[in-house]
């Protein structure tokens, strides 16, 4: 039972390039872990693609080929250098993080209330103050770095086809190349 409504046109293409149901062609099925014969749906909307777009396609699968495998060994090494520079950069933030307590404990002892319009205060305040920004862009720095390492390696474990994917990919050369 077809859900596709085709004009009249379409319709005549599309009859005199069908093939026999005997004779249509199959692809994988990772899901299934089977080969599945193409809906008569399925085979229309490769009819009506024409041979360019279905030669664009195959051209794009033989393309994805080189570079949509999964690597487990590769993976497994990135794996473990994301979690070296996971430790690296808590490390770091935890070394910055009692330089930053110890400033603010050390800010917050100066009274500045009745002194806000002496100049020499807010001078001597800021100066106090302006190492800092580089410890400040430091930590701020380590936790970036923890949180790159941390969404790379969760990103690595969803990359990559596995093997029944790849068939699935490669099994459609058929049914593109049949139409």
């Given at each position: 039972m077809s859900?596709?409504?085709?004009?009249?046109t379409q319709l005549i293409n599309?009859?005199?390039?069908?093939l026999p149901e005997a004779q249509r062609p199959y692809y994988y099925n990772a899901s299934l872990s089977q080969k599945v014969q193409i809906t008569p749906d399925f085979e229309a909307f490769l009819i009506l693609q024409g041979h360019a777009n279905n030669k664009k396609a195959t051209d794009w699968l033989q393309k994805a080929n080189g570079f949509a495998i999964h690597d487990s060994d590769r993976d497994a090494l990135l794996a473990?250098?994301?979690?070296n520079e996971l430790e690296d950069a808590t490390a770091a933030a935890n070394e910055v993080e009692p330089i930053m307590s110890q400033f603010a404990d050390f800010r917050s002892s100066y009274i500045v209330a009745g002194f806000e319009g002496v100049t020499e205060v807010g001078l001597f305040l800021d100066d106090l103050q302006r190492p800092m920004s580089e410890i400040l862009v430091l930590g701020d720095r380590q936790r970036h770095r923890q949180q790159y390492?941390?969404?790379?390696k969760k990103i690595l474990t969803n990359k990559g086809l596995a093997q029944a994917q790849?068939?699935?990919l490669n099994?459609?050369?058929?049914?593109?190349?049949?139409?």
């Open positions: 859900n596709l409504t085709l004009d009249p599309v009859s005199a390039k069908r473990a250098y994301m979690d390492a941390l969404l790379s790849l068939k699935e099994s459609w050369f058929d049914p593109l190349t049949a139409y």
